[in-house]
């Protein structure tokens, strides 16, 4: 990606939401905790690619995962702090998309 002196960080984290899927597996973590299978129905996405994204977000701080030690085990992917951030950004894109696309 060719780097700009406008304004480095929203190129950065324009390069980081705006990969394939990962606004709407951010979308679809607002509603709190989730399991890899309950996301992975909600979007028509591959579970590679989710995991590759999950994992991403995860690297970035944005994304939590939190292994359970149960029998069998449980893992939930839920938001951070800073993930929880974006939800005013992304429910505002929401209701631009609602009113004119």
């Known amino acids: 990606m060719k780097e700009t002196t406008l ?42 690619l989710l995991s590759e994204r999950l994992k991403e977000l995860e690297k970035e701080g944005i994304v939590l995962r939190t292994v359970y030690s149960e029998v069998p085990v449980r893992v939930e992917y839920s938001l951070t702090d800073k993930g929880l951030a974006l939800s005013g950004a992304i429910r505002e894109i929401e209701d631009w998309s609602k009113e004119w696309l």
């Open 7 to 48: 304004c480095p960080r929203l190129a950065k984290a324009m390069e980081m939401i705006g990969k394939r899927w990962t606004a709407l597996i951010l979308y679809q973590l607002l509603d709190g905790p989730q399991r890899f299978n309950a996301i992975e129905s909600a979007l028509p996405i591959s579970g590679r």
